[in-house]
């Protein structure tokens, strides 16, 4: 491809480019078509379809030669001196190093704010991917035209650093003290995430007129966050980013033999930075640093680049140079302040912590909200809620109350602890593990028991038979050579990102075959498409309104048994600590009128196709259930 010297930076920034935006656009329609059109078995049908065509088309290029004539020269107006290799390889593993952290970063802020559902990763790593591609293209323009495209690298490099800086501080502010972005604030605050399949039904009723305008404004918020957040914070970095690539190739080229070996080595080394900053940020920054030091570390990073550019420059203006880089690291806010603003909240009202996994916070109510209980959230999203009650409750006490000698059981999950604590309240249970991946989780909940007098939650944290495993739930239960009397798993929408993994037709095989015999599997069912695949993979299964229970052997469902339990002294104390009224709790589940629905292995189960499995999570892509 490269024919000529002056024509090797803008050559090869248009390949760049080209490659780049084609995979800002694999990421996109992966996300928004293949995936909940054919799952990701499909999807990676169609991705081998299509290499086979680029791999098809290669072949003409063995016979065919392009004419040299006919496309002119390129000339450039450079004059410095190119960069040695070495020198390009440190500054761009530096580059690539800063340029990987910050999309760590970016997107654990934004998969907070949007409160990530599957659609999400994939969106934003196509605005990723598009700025840096658009970027590169931009370049091939920008890089005949500059005179010293070394310190235009250089100056563009540091750019990336302070624009991240003073547009995260910004936005953050903006949206919590600007009126006019009220409705984005309330949707950080909330607890529910906006469903994507819902949004876009919503927005095709607008579009009809179908709407009013406060429901077209709610609607709205779903593409306004998704899009225009990301646009805003990611799209100009990573424009700079892709702006940079050729004039680095023009500072290092200087060799024609030799471009190609150049080009290479820089893109390797770059890579080497980003894999080093993947790395290093996930295990070591995000959980020591947290992720407001950590944007201040990277900021300072960015500034070595400003550095080497003005470093032939007057001393009044390096001075001012440093002034304003250290002037926009400590505009960045702090660590409780930054998270308590991508919740929609201030800093005082929340218990935070953060680890490699993401962010566990306890948001207290707000002075004289109607609402006075604390609300739990993991990575933005929330979850749970104390005092304890309702759904979380009832999913943890019924099948230990309904099982004769619940001795170990295991929990995925943690929250506000609220099933955990159900779960725990028969005397007979001698073990209990309950998994969590998000390890900060705990450490948020006992903050909030030092402060708290929340009897419940005190108790718990003190409980001698409850272990806490920081880790997978689904990996746990895979490497465990333990058997459990009951498993269960906190409730767990199926919309959210990677929830597929707790609602899948393996992972209940995997659970049946963790069950020591007339062990139970409990399931919270939020749909029917969970409900058949679960009765699809146990031999006999008890169906209650929301919560389905499943096991290898028959289950008794003895309502006066479990009436008598239920007025058992110690259960009794054990839910007053939580403040909760058993009997009451349980009602909806064991009265006369509630529809109770029972399987066997002798019920056909054939007619029962569609379900959610780990290749195709159907519920995770809000997908609506199709026909038989």
């Known amino acids: 491809m490269i024919r000529d010297l002056p024509g090797a ?16 656009v694999g990421a996109l329609l992966t996300t928004w078509l293949l995936l909940p059109l054919y799952g990701i078995e499909g999807a990676i049908h169609h991705a081998v379809l299509l290499n086979a065509v680029c791999a098809a088309g290669i072949l003409p290029l063995l016979w065919l030669r392009p004419s040299h004539a006919a496309e002119p020269q390129l000339k450039t107006i450079q004059d410095e001196t190119c960069w040695s290799l070495r020198r390009c390889l440190m500054i761009y593993a ?5 340029a990987l952290a910050l999309e760590m970063l970016w997107f654990r802020l934004l998969g907070v ?22 970027g590169s293209l931009a370049g091939t323009w920008l890089a005949p035209r500059v005179r010293r495209p070394a310190k235009g690298f250089l100056y563009l490099q540091c750019g990336i650093g302070f624009y991240t800086g003073l547009m995260t501080t910004g936005v953050l502010a903006a949206v919590n003290h600007w009126p006019w972005l009220a409705g984005v604030r309330k949707y950080l605050d909330g607890y529910e995430p906006v469903d994507a399949s819902t949004t876009l039904l919503q927005l095709q009723k607008g579009w009809a007129g179908a709407l009013s305008l406060h ?3 709610v609607a709205l918020i779903f593409p306004v966050l998704h899009l225009g957040l990301p646009l805003l914070l990611i799209g100009p970095p990573t424009l700079m980013m892709g702006l940079s690539y050729p004039l680095l190739q023009q500072a290092a080229q200087s060799d024609l033999k030799l471009v190609g070996r150049r080009v290479g080595w820089i893109q390797t080394a770059n890579i080497v930075g980003s894999m080093l900053g993947a790395v290093l940020v996930s295990t070591l920054l995000l959980p020591l640093l947290g992720t407001a030091l950590t944007l201040r570390l990277l900021v300072l990073l960015s500034g070595v680049f ?52 993401g962010v566990s916070m306890l948001k207290k109510p707000a002075p004289g909200a109607a609402n006075t209980a604390t609300t739990v959230f993991a990575n933005g999203i929330g979850q749970s809620w104390i005092p304890f009650g309702g759904i979380h409750s009832a999913l943890g006490a019924l099948p230990s109350l309904l099982h004769p000698d619940p001795q170990e059981i295991a929990v995925i999950g943690l929250g506000s602890s609220d099933t955990l604590f159900s779960a725990s309240s028969r005397t007979e249970t001698r073990d209990i593990v309950c998994i969590e991946i998000l390890g900060a989780a705990l450490k948020t909940l006992r903050q909030y028991a030092e402060e708290s007098t929340y009897a419940a939650l005190r108790a718990l944290l003190k409980d001698g038979r409850i272990r806490h495993v920081t880790g997978d739930g689904r990996q746990f239960l895979m490497t465990t050579k333990q058997r459990f009397d009951i498993i269960e798993a906190d409730a767990l929408r ?19 075959s963790r069950l020591k015999p007339g062990g139970f599997a409990v399931k919270w069912a939020p749909t029917q498409r969970v409900e058949d695949t679960f009765v699809r993979v146990f031999p006999h299964v008890l169906c209650l309104p929301q919560i389905i229970i499943g096991s290898n052997q028959p289950i008794l469902w003895d309502v006066a048994a479990l009436r008598l339990r239920i007025n058992q002294p110690e259960l009794q104390h054990h839910f007053a600590l939580a403040g909760i009224d058993l009997p009451a709790l349980l009602a909806p589940f064991i009265a006369r009128d509630v ?34």
């Open 306 to 357: 400003g550095l080497l550019a003005v470093a032939s420059a007057r001393r009044s203006f390096k001075v001012a140079f440093a002034v304003l880089m250290f002037a926009s690291i400590l505009a960045l806010p702090e660590q409780q302040t930054l998270w308590a603003w991508a919740h929609g909240t201030t800093p005082e009202r929340i218990h935070l912590a953060e680890d490699a996994a």
């Open 113 to 134: 704010m949007l409160k990530s559902t599957a659609f999400t990763f994939g969106t934003l790593l196509a605005v990723y991917l598009g700025g840096v591609g658009a």
């Open 215 to 217: 429901e077209l404004l």
């Open 9 to 24: 930076a803008v050559r090869t920034g248009r390949l760049y480019g080209a490659n780049t935006l084609g995979a800002a």
């Open 595 to 628: 529809p109770i629905r029972v399987f066997g292995p002798v019920d056909d189960r054939a007619k029962l196709k569609d379900l959610n499995t780990d290749v195709f999570p159907r519920d995770e892509f809000s997908l609506p259930a199709f026909g038989p």
């Open 494 to 512: 199926p919309t959210s990102a990677h929830s597929g993994n707790l609602y899948s037709e393996e992972y209940f095989r995997l659970l049946l």
């Open 94 to 98: 530096l580059s690539g190093f800063i």
